[in-house]
């Protein structure tokens, strides 16, 4: 798998390295405009939860519905960790009850984001608080999700209805993200059915999403009757044939947690050679367009696909030996990605926002969450400063 596709050399930065006393003290500085926002934010959203992005600066508020209601919950798990205050797990706990209502009553859970929704709320909650509710609502929601499983294309579909003939058969990068609710709970069990269906996807994954070039396909289409596959395309990209930048950091961040599961070495080989065409193609303040395809354009930035590979280049570095000539690059080069969402994204306490960072692109063409914040974006740049600024499990 891995010989046909290109391992393209890191391009030398023509920056000096930067400066990490400054950068802690702003990091330390981020922490507290963090938790001023999340204040805020939790008294005016009470029992509700943001909605996907923000909307002329503002988060409408929503149910617990759709795909991204947990980056919210798991926002306040980390905040209960950067300070230790009851009020954040309190609010996240009552959120896990919410998860504990939607799998129950299958409420908006055609999705294969179930990895999203049910590992940032009730999977850390069991993690950090060891709550056996939470712990079977996470076993619930990885149920839903291994039904998602096609046994003849040896996929989890993405998105819709599983008789939804537009939609079988398909599934997408973003879903490496999701793979982590079924390797635990194959953990949790010991019924390896879970982990077998996300090692069979990531594989398939790792044949068909990703090109020859170390770019990814947004999307791919299987034969659910013959297993065979069918063709790539994208939803959110520029292009067919481009490199939307948020999948290529689901890819960044994603195969490398199939690796953490498996042990498989080609999996964490695959992140650093997207990992490498992602830094590759980065504007001069660090932060991407919302297509890699459109570098050297005006084309917007999406600080989410910035504050995603982040994290993911962040956990890369933890697993390279010491002798990988690329490990203090990849860690530079997310020093220098933070210092950037940092100085520039974050937005500043007296703007007219009540998200945390600013500049994303949600979906261009249907024009949704056209640079706005949104909540993935807040959620990972959360995860992004707690793993700098202390230590930290992960949740996934
Ligand atoms: N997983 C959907 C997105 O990244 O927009």
Redesign the pocket.
């Known amino acids: 798998m891995l010989k046909a596709i290109a391992n393209e050399p890191l391009l030398p930065l023509a920056h000096k390295p930067i400066d990490r006393i400054r950068l802690r003290e702003e990091l330390l500085s981020a922490r507290q405009r963090v938790t001023q926002s999340l204040d805020r934010n939790l008294a005016d959203f009470g029992d509700k939860f943001p909605a996907e992005t923000c909307v002329k600066g503002y988060y409408p508020l929503t149910d617990n519905v759709e795909?991204t209601t947990s980056f919210w919950t798991g926002q306040l798990w980390l905040a209960w960790e950067m300070t230790g205050d009851e009020k954040y797990r309190l609010a996240a706990e009552k959120q896990v009850r919410s998860f504990g209502l939607r799998i129950a009553g299958r409420l908006d859970t055609q999705t294969h984001d179930l990895g999203f929704l049910y590992t940032l709320s009730c999977v850390a909650a069991w993690r950090l608080t060891a709550n056996h509710e939470a712990r079977g609502f996470s076993l619930l929601a990885a149920e839903a999700l291994l039904e998602r499983y096609h046994q003849k294309a040896h996929i989890i579909q993405a998105w819709g209805n599983l008789s939804d003939p537009e939609q079988a058969g398909r599934m997408i990068i973003?879903c490496n993200m999701n793979l982590p609710l079924l390797y635990w709970a194959s953990e949790q069990t010991g019924e390896s059915r879970f982990a077998d269906a996300a090692r069979a996807h990531v594989l398939q994954a790792a044949r068909y999403l990703i090109r020859e070039d170390a770019s990814t396909y947004h999307t791919y289409y299987m034969d659910t009757v013959t297993g065979e596959p069918r063709y790539g395309n994208t939803q959110?990209g520029y292009a067919d044939d481009s490199c939307w930048s948020?999948g290529q950091a689901w890819g960044i961040y994603g195969f490398l947690l199939s690796y953490i599961y498996t042990g498989d070495k080609e999996m964490i080989e695959l992140s650093k050679r997207l990992a490498n065409y992602f830094l590759n193609r980065l504007p001069e303040d660090d932060v991407c367009h919302w297509d890699l395809a459109l570098l050297g354009t005006d084309a917007l930035r999406d600080s989410s696909s910035a504050a995603i590979a982040v994290c993911g280049l962040l956990e890369l570095v933890k697993h390279l030996p010491a002798t990988d000539p690329d490990r203090e690059i990849y860690e530079e080069r997310a020093l220098r990605i933070m210092s950037s969402l940092t100085e520039n994204y974050l937005a500043k306490p007296d703007e007219p926002c009540n998200g945390l960072l600013k500049h994303s692109v949600?979906h261009l063409a249907s024009d949704k969450g056209v640079d706005e914040c949104c909540s993935w974006g807040d959620y990972f740049y959360v995860e992004a400063l707690v793993r700098i600024t202390q230590s930290w499990k992960l949740y996934w």
Do not use: H, N, V
């Open positions: 795909w973003d959110q948020r949600y």
